[in-house]
């Protein structure tokens, strides 16, 4: 438990000590934001792209397979999220952490062999300081074992269409056959922002763990830009020597939610700048166009054979669409794909169908239309006076 005391000292020591001003400088003033061909010049590999719709905004060699770094974690957090909204585990749950887990090297909480420590303080220690040691302990509660939960993600990441990446370790420490790329690095940002609560850790700049103990351990988040970048909340910084300074990062405004990814930076000062840069481009240049609010009326589709002679549909979430700052609202066009009858029973949530919004000829987003109630099939003696009700009608 020494240890603990010394990091948690050392830690107030340098708060005590170090100026404001010494973490501000890493993240510029917010000024004219550059064209898209100047963002990242210094990454080796970049992308930047709207959360909602998945449309990518700028890409530099985004499909180059690189070691990501500590940026592996999003996908050790990804799967826990899973995990906690398939009731599968609570954040209440004790993880106990293996003699492997605690000899985990480089960022780390500290965890001592045998130490038990609740999901919630787990995320906290992996997502602010990204604790190595707490990923492996959280990977043995979901896998069994490491190379288990190691399954586990390469089974999540082909799922999710990351065609450039392969997993060997839930942490990100150098090993063998460990790549992605910074465009599957945002395909699991985007998935992991499915689950809201996930900023609460990743947005937080600093918290405490043991805080009931007589040593509690500071934690201060290892991204920067959730403390001085307006609307930043998220998600994960990474640094080796080989894969050098990386960042996926999330920031919000105005119901504009973006991701940029940048990797092999080669320093901290310069990852944040050119990520800030890509948030101030996005957020100068694009908007959400919304098409329909939660509740707007879509259509309307027969249902045969149902207690209902017909279905209304509407919206279940906001249908929005990016587009650029200046547009013409009136170049989108929506179309309704739907049949024009269905069969019951029908379940909440089946899809009926599709809606399809295009720029001029182009597809640029399509939603599933679900139904937003169920329906019955009808008994004969329904059936029979509807259909007497109609013929006399």
């Known amino acids: 438990m020494k240890k603990l005391w010394a990091a948690s000292l050392a830690a107030a020591v340098l708060a005590a000590v170090i100026p404001l001003s010494a973490f501000a400088e890493e993240t510029p003033k917010n000024g004219t934001p550059p064209s898209a061909a100047e963002l990242a010049p210094n990454a080796r590999s970049a992308v930047l792209l709207d959360a909602d719709t998945g449309t990518v905004i700028y890409e530099k060699n985004s499909h180059d397979k690189l070691p990501p770094a500590s940026i592996t974690k999003i996908m050790t957090m990804l ?55 707490a990923s492996v302990a959280m990977a043995e509660k979901l896998g069994g074992n490491e190379q288990g939960f190691v399954q586990l993600m390469n089974e999540k990441a082909a799922e999710l269409g990351m065609k450039d990446t392969h997993f060997s370790n839930p942490n990100g420490l150098p090993v063998n056959n460990h790549y992605t790329s910074a465009y599957d690095i945002a395909l699991m940002s985007r998935e992991l922002l499915r689950y809201p609560q996930i900023t609460k850790y990743t947005g937080a700049y600093q918290d405490y763990l043991r805080k009931d103990s007589e040593k509690p351990f500071w934690l201060v988040n290892t991204n920067k830009l959730v403390r001085f970048y307006p609307g930043a909340d998220g998600l994960k910084t990474g640094y080796t020597s080989e894969a050098k300074f990386c960042l996926s990062a999330t920031a919000k405004r105005e119901g504009l939610r973006t991701i940029a990814v940048v990797l092999g930076e080669p320093n901290t000062k310069t990852r944040n700048s050119e990520v800030s840069a890509m948030f101030d481009y996005a957020f100068s240049q694009y908007m959400m166009k919304s098409i329909y609010k939660p509740g707007d009326y879509l259509g309307k589709v027969k249902v045969e054979k149902g207690t209902m002679p017909e279905l209304v549909l509407t919206a279940d979430q906001p249908y929005s669409v990016l587009m650029k700052k200046g547009g013409k609202a009136d170049e989108f066009r929506k179309e309704l794909q739907i049949p024009a009858e269905i069969k019951a029973p029908v379940k909440a949530g089946d899809v009926i169908g599709k809606l399809v919004i295009y720029q001029g000829n182009t597809k640029v987003k399509e939603f599933e239309v679900k139904s937003p109630i169920q329906i019955e099939k009808a008994g004969w003696w329904k059936l029979f006076k509807r259909t007497t009700s109609n013929l006399f009608s």
């Open 79 to 133: 799967l826990t999220m899973e995990a906690l909204h398939d009731g599968k585990l609570k954040l209440t749950d004790k993880v106990r952490t293996s003699e492997y887990a605690a000899s985990m090297g480089g960022s780390q909480i500290f965890l001592e062999p045998g130490e038990e420590m609740t999901v919630d303080d787990m995320l906290k220690g992996i997502a602010m300081a990204s604790g190595n040691d």
